[in-house]
């Protein structure tokens, strides 16, 4: 941690009315952005408070917009073997897991039928399925402790969540997509899907989760060049 957290809570209580309760969910706002980490904690709670923990309306598997889907990939496409792929879970946890594909299969699927909405102005309605990332980080045995989670991808793109949403019953760890195995382009062997979070949040090529009692100095690829951490939808 650089900051002392006493300082950043007294900056979040000082500067957190009108940028937090005014701004809300939006993907991106300047305000928000300038007073980044001080604001953080205070954000986080209040817009958890705001989203709830409820599931999403999900749509039907008719309407789904394959067309609509834009691959979004800043670090090129890494091309992850399926027979030697493994899902890393470690950090706040008892039994440090290193999970192969087939592995993740053998939990308990789920299909989401939800809109993904990139920041830059278009959003697509997917079916995406796989395990539940709470199904998950579950196996795994969480610290109590744990409160946030790193996402590392092959890529090198990074992500860091807060649990409550990690464990919300829609945010899978996708290794399908409408149907069929998910393409390289997309993420695939296993990719975050979640309908609460902006696209950014949704890590393709997943490789690593480490469950975290406090954040560090990387919030995540774009949240450290100032987009929103919480992104929220
Ligand atoms: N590893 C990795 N994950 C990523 C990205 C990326 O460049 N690398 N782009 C993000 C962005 S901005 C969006 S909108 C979605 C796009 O997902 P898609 O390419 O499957 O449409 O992936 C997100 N996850
Ligand atoms: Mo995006």
Redesign the pocket.
Known sequence: MGSDPGRRRALGLLVSGGSSLLLGGCGLNRWSTAVGAATQPLNERIEALLQGQGPVPEFRRSQVEPAA???????GTPNLAPESYRLVVNGAVRRPLRLDLAALAALPQRECVTR?V???GWAAIVAWSGPRLADVLALAGPSPLGAYLAIR???Q?FETWDLASALHPQTLLATHMNGAPLPV???APV?LASPIKL??K????VTGLELMTSLGDRLG??EDRGYEWFAGL
Request: glycine share 8%; hydrophobic share 35%; net charge neutral.
């Open positions: 889907l834009l691959v979004n990939s800043f670090n993904h990139c920041v830059e991808s092959a890529d793109y382009a997309n993420g990719r696209g950014y949704q890590s393709k090529w690829t774009w």
